[in-house]
């Protein structure tokens, strides 16, 4: 019990820490290679460092297979000589598919760090409810999906939800509370971080497609997709943003040598960046344990409490006497519209969250349906083929003892339910970031709603 109440306060500590200090580090001036001092607006940065964080998880991953390896080799028996051993997949090739997902993280994780430099942190978290849209809509066109009232109900809160928050930032005009951002700089900051969802949406699509046959370890994906990011964003996109044109800091062009310049000069700095590093890492690993010990849904309510916490602290940075007004966020005549466009977002990432619920008890009626038609079962001492399931057939005694669901029984009066089990694996790792964590479909096959716990980054 202990370890479920560490790992939920651990994911709302970590996962607010992450949030507050991608803005935070955007507002801590420092000297760079050039001898000025500006302030630290280092998207390509900040990217590396969600990545570099995320492939701290590698540890932990390999040591989580070898256990499960050895757990292994002592339950299953040894294959019998006449038996032909099953073709091992190559977890190589795995492997390298994360290379594909890693891609869409990285083009979303910079849309998303240059978005950030024109919006506040809390309408940041808020606006990237906009990907159960994308979602929706690409799980639709692309995958066939059918949506059910709750879906819908959910997709027109979060619709609502997210035009509000964005006319409350729009009107507010705040963006920072160091430098002067623009209205035209704010619209562009969160249209940047829609688009940003866009692609995350795209990534779970490609994902549900292309590597639903896949089984990998919760933490092995995060590890991987971590190393890759390293490789992409300091091997391949930090030399090309240094010849890029334009001003740094602006999102396209950055020097990397002025970046390791500024944080060797900033004490302030290097304990941020260390500590956003850390706190991203242990997110993650707190994250699989929620969803682990919880499920997805519950871990659904705390990333949407995560995003009030963003906002929370955001307020009490700026009128505490520690903050002078020098970070987090005010409160102005607009902000009672931003909260109406939070609520609303909640309300319908909770209804979607039911029409997931809905449309994956739907599916696994009319399977057990298929199959119970296909199944001899005994009653009454007469042996046939029943299409009725009751709490007592034969298939549902077999299934596994997971994530409960209720679902009505045949067999008794009208108006009861049954247990019908459930593996509630969450979505992905990306998504949940998003107040909308876990409120997409993803299909039954998928390769990480396979697993037992669900990855997570920042």
């Not at 949406?201 to 089984?215: C, H, I, P, V, Y």
């Not at 009319?366 to 119970?372: K, L």
């Amino acid at each position: 019990m202990a370890a479920k109440y560490g790992s939920v306060g651990g994911l709302l500590v970590f996962g607010t820490t992450t949030s507050l200090f991608a803005k935070l580090v955007y507002e801590i001036p420092s000297v760079g290679a050039d001898g000025e001092t500006k302030l630290f607006t280092k998207p390509w940065a900040m990217t590396s460092l969600m990545f570099i964080g995320m492939s701290f998880c590698l540890p932990l991953a390999l040591w989580i297979e070898r256990k499960q390896r050895a757990q292994h080799d002592m339950e299953v028996p040894l294959l019998a000589e006449s038996q032909t051993p099953k073709a091992k997949r190559s977890d190589f090739k795995e492997i390298m598919m994360l290379a594909i997902p890693t891609f869409f993280d990285l083009l979303a994780t910079i849309l998303m760090n240059v978005g950030l430099l024109y919006v506040t942190a809390s309408v940041y978290q808020m606006m990237r409810g906009a990907e159960m849209l994308f979602a929706a809509l690409f799980a639709i066109a692309f995958l066939g999906r059918k949506l059910n009232r709750f879906h819908l109900g959910g997709i027109s809160c979060c619709l609502l939800g997210v035009i509000l928050v964005g006319t409350s930032s729009y009107l507010g005009g705040q963006g920072s509370v160091v430098v002067t951002v623009t209205p035209e700089q704010n619209l562009i900051g969160m249209g940047l971080i829609v688009i940003s969802q866009a692609v995350q949406a795209a990534q779970l699509t490609f994902e549900d497609f292309f590597m639903a046959d896949l089984n990998i370890a919760p933490a092995k994906i995060v590890a991987w997709e971590g190393v890759f990011g390293v490789i992409g964003t300091l091997g391949i996109m930090a030399p090309i943003a240094y010849f890029l044109p334009g001003k740094e800091g602006e999102g396209v062009h950055e020097n990397i040598l002025d970046t390791f310049t500024m944080i060797g000069n900033s004490r302030t700095l290097q304990v941020i960046l260390l500590v956003d590093c850390a706190a991203l890492a242990l997110y993650n690993m707190v994250g699989m344990m929620v969803t682990g010990q919880l499920g997805a849904v519950f871990r659904t309510v705390l990333e949407t409490m995560r995003t009030l916490f963003v906002w929370l602290m955001g307020l009490l940075l700026f009128y505490a006497p520690f903050g002078m007004g020098r970070m987090g966020e005010s409160w102005n005549s607009y902000s009672w519209l931003q909260a109406a466009g939070f609520a609303v977002l909640v309300a319908g990432t909770l209804v979607y969250q039911r029409g997931e619920q809905e449309g994956m008890r739907q599916e696994m009626l009319e399977a057990m349906a298929v199959q119970a038609a296909q199944e001899p079962v005994h009653e009454e001492g007469v042996q046939g083929y029943s299409s009725v399931m009751t709490a007592g057939s034969p298939l549902i005694n077999r299934l596994p003892a997971t994530a409960g669901y209720s679902i009505p029984d045949a067999g008794g009066a009208a108006g009861t339910f049954m247990s019908m089990p459930m593996d509630m694996a969450p979505s992905s790792f990306k998504a949940n970031q998003t107040i909308g964590a876990g409120s997409y479909t993803r299909g039954a096959g998928s390769y990480i709603r396979r697993s037992h716990m669900a990855p997570q980054d920042e």
